[in-house]
C-alpha cells in the first residue's frame, strides 16, 4: 500500500515571503498522480495544484508550482509571494493509476502566514 | 452551479443512535467517496462508490454503512457500532475516465456523539 509523509506538522512565513512545504510517497508503481490539496478554517477542500508522473516538467499554478523528484520520491511545495489568504493546512495526496481514483492523504501541514 | 452539497453543517446525536449523513452532487460524477477527518490529522477514506448500486469499503468501514441508489446521492450512516464517531466527515466525487482526475470535495458535516 502507499504511505504519503509530510514531516512538517507546521510552517510559518512572512507575508510576501517564499515558502516550501515538503511530501514524500513510497510506491512500487511507475505511474501515478500527485496532489497538493489546501483546507482552509472553512475545512473546505481546495484543490491547488497536481503532477502527472510521467511528466517530467514541473506543475505550476500561478504562484504555486511543485518540485517533483521522482527517483527520490519527492514532492513539494512552493509558495511564492505568500498572502494572509495561503494560510491554510496542507494535504498531499497520491492516486494510484489503477486505483480507482482513490487518494491517500498525508498528515497534513498546517502553514501560518504572518503579516 | 454544479457542486457537492453536505448537510447539515453540524449534527448532535447522543450515544447509540444512529445518524445519517447527507450527500448530494450535480457534476455528473460516476464516483463517490466518503472520508473521516479528525482534529490534525489527514483524510481517511470510508467508503467509495464506483458507479450506481455498487460500493466498496476503504480503510475505516468498520461501524459505517452506505448506499447509492441515485447517482447524485451517497449517504453515509454511522451507526451505533462505530465506537469513535465524533469526527468531520468530507464527501468527494471524480469522474475517473475524463482527463481531470482529482476529487471535488463537499463542504462536510460535523459529528458530535455524546
Known amino acids: 500500500a502507499q504511505t504519503v509523509t509530510q514531516s512538517q506538522p507546521e510552517m510559518s512565513v512572512q507575508e510576501a515571503e517564499t515558502v516550501t512545504l515538503s511530501c514524500t510517497y513510497d510506491?512500487?508503481?511507475?505511474?501515478?498522480?500527485l496532489f497538493w490539496y489546501k483546507q482552509p478554517p472553512s475545512r473546505q477542500m481546495i484543490l491547488v495544484i497536481r503532477?502527472?508522473?510521467?511528466?517530467?516538467q514541473n506543475a505550476t499554478e500561478n504562484r504555486f508550482s511543485v518540485n517533483f523528484q521522482k527517483a527520490a520520491k519527492s514532492f513539494s511545495l512552493k509558495i511564492s509571494d505568500s498572502q494572509l489568504g495561503d494560510a491554510a493546512m496542507y494535504f498531499c495526496a497520491y492516486r494510484s493509476w489503477n486505483a480507482g481514483n482513490m487518494l491517500t492523504f498525508g498528515g497534513g501541514t498546517r502553514l501560518m502566514v504572518k503579516p | 452551479d454544479g457542486g457537492i452539497t453536505q448537510s447539515p453543517k453540524y449534527l448532535f446525536r447522543k450515544e447509540g443512535q444512529n445518524v445519517t449523513l447527507s450527500c448530494e452532487q450535480n457534476l455528473n460524477h460516476d464516483a463517490m467517496y466518503w472520508y473521516r477527518q479528525d482534529p490534525g490529522q489527514g483524510l481517511r477514506l470510508i467508503y467509495y462508490s464506483q458507479i450506481v448500486n455498487d460500493f466498496q469499503k476503504g480503510d475505516i468501514a468498520e461501524g459505517y454503512s452506505v448506499s447509492r441508489e441515485k447517482k447524485e446521492s451517497f449517504p453515509l450512516t454511522v451507526t451505533s457500532a462505530q465506537k469513535n464517531p465524533t469526527a468531520f466527515y468530507l464527501c468527494a466525487s471524480s469522474q475517473p475516465r475524463q482527463g481531470t482526475y482529482e476529487q471535488y470535495f463537499g463542504p462536510g458535516t460535523r459529528l458530535t456523539v455524546t
Open positions: 503532477q502527472e508522473a510521467y511528466k517530467q
Open positions: 510506491t512500487s508503481e511507475s505511474d501515478y498522480y
